[in-house]
């Protein structure tokens, strides 16, 4: 157990629908990240939040959007689903900025299958 | 922007053999480097780490050095089990922008086989 938890870990739902995708960071981690790992693209950073503010923006699509809450939970939120968005969810924490720079935490994902 | 290139997989090797993964970088600034492993079905888990030019992350046998004239950070281990079966990743980290995200690597399979 990495200490960073994912729910649901897997996550099947039609073209068109909304989902929430939930993230608990390591206890003490202010840090979170999300990525997306599909089998075209590999991984792909998503977007950063620090103690509740967005820190860094990768390649998100104007669909999906995120948060991080006062107690350093994390939320992805992904609309109008496409056949396209099935893959691998990422969620990983680390304590500190500075402390992304020696490597992070990551959680066992959550698999999303749009059907 | 920067960028991390791994040599394709799969790769596969007969237990006890030597192992190399190419990993080469391009990159502005000093980046930190990484190594993260995938087992089948499960989240990344990090391997080992460089932070600074020859640096030699190790962990489990397995190494890597942190060379910044040839921006590379080959991962090697001397002899394989069938354990280590797994995906490999090489990242480095980009603090570009406030963040500090991590840049993967297409990730570079590896099969042991007895």
């Known amino acids: 157990d990495s200490g960073v938890t994912q729910t649901p870990k897997h996550l099947i739902t039609a073209t068109g629908q909304r989902v929430t995708l939930r993230c608990s960071p390591r206890s003490g981690d202010l840090s979170v990240y999300w990525y997306q790992q599909s089998l075209d693209q590999g991984l792909q950073f998503l977007i950063q939040?620090?103690?509740?503010?967005?820190?860094a923006k990768g390649n998100i699509l104007e669909r999906f959007s995120a948060q991080q809450f006062p107690d350093l939970h994390s939320e992805l939120n992904l609309s109008s689903l496409e056949l396209g968005d099935s893959a691998l969810y990422f969620c990983?924490?680390?304590?500190?900025?500075?402390?992304?720079?020696?490597?992070?935490?990551f959680g066992s994902g959550t698999r999303l299958t749009v059907v | 922007g920067d960028s991390v290139t791994q040599m394709e997989g799969p790769v596969t090797l007969s237990e006890e053999a030597f192992l190399t993964i190419n990993c080469t970088y391009t990159?502005?600034?000093?980046?930190?480097l990484f190594w993260y492993v995938q087992y089948p079905g499960e989240g990344l888990q990090l391997l080992l780490k460089?932070?600074?030019?020859?640096d030699k992350g190790s962990n489990k046998g397995f190494e890597a050095t942190y060379r910044k004239e040839t921006t590379s950070f080959h991962l090697e281990k001397g002899s394989v089990q069938v354990s280590d079966s797994a995906v490999y990743f090489c990242?480095?980290?980009?603090?570009?922008?406030?963040?500090?995200?991590?840049?993967f690597g297409t990730g570079t399979q590896l099969k042991v086989e007895l």
């Open positions: 939040y620090y103690n509740g503010e967005e820190r």
């Open positions: 990242a480095l980290s980009d603090q570009e922008g406030g963040g500090n995200k991590l840049t």
């Open positions: 990983a924490s680390s304590r500190n900025r500075r402390e992304g720079n020696y490597g992070y935490t």
């Open positions: 460089a932070t600074k030019a020859d």
């Open positions: 990159a502005t600034g000093y980046p930190s």
